[in-house]
């Protein structure tokens, strides 16, 4: 019988405000990309969030540095752009910043377009907190269940390859 299985949940280390699980587990660590990540996964899975404020900032004067991070996203198996507010927010021009709510959005979009990394909007870090431990949780499930296939498939494949390589 299989024991019950929670991968640990690695917040980073420069995190400000990390989010709070009540599912699994979770520790501080550094990543190279990201602020949220699986231990064993890390060059895997990685989640990168922002509030309202911070997209606003990513979009106009650290436009840069963010593009950079969003270029590195596109090599994980599984990355998103976690948006803790709502699309509503910043139609409504609900931050502080003489960017216009359009740009903001038409940025966000192209940015979506162009890295491949899906971008997913929650009311609160509740939810933003609930849904990084759902998909850590099933993206692991997966990878182990994957890996436990490969392993299967492998029992007595030596032995096998053995005997065609003697025939080579």
């Not at 996964?41 to 963010?66: G, H, N, Q, Y």
């Not at 910043?90 to 038409?106: E, F, G, T, V």
Request: hydrophobic share 45%.
């Amino acid at each position: 019988m299989e024991s019950k299985f929670l991968p640990v949940i690695i917040v980073d280390s420069r995190e400000q405000a990390p989010l709070m699980f009540k599912h699994l587990p979770a520790r501080p660590g550094p990543l190279t990309t990201g602020d949220y990540s699986i231990v064993g996964a890390e060059e895997l899975f990685s989640i990168e969030r922002k509030s309202i404020p911070d997209l606003v900032s990513s979009c106009t004067t650290e436009r840069e540095r963010f593009e950079r991070e969003l270029h590195r996203l596109r090599g994980f198996q599984f990355a998103r752009l976690l948006i803790v507010g709502s699309e509503a927010e910043i139609q409504d021009h609900r931050y502080r910043s003489n960017a216009m709510p359009k740009a903001i959005l038409h940025s966000l979009w192209a940015f979506e377009a162009r890295y491949g990394v899906p971008v997913v909007f929650v009311p609160d870090v509740d939810r933003a907190a609930a849904l990084v431990e759902r998909w850590a949780f099933w993206f692991a499930r997966e990878i182990r269940t994957t890996a436990s296939s490969m392993e299967k498939a492998a029992v007595g494949e030596p032995a096998a390859r053995v005997q065609q390589l003697g025939r080579v």
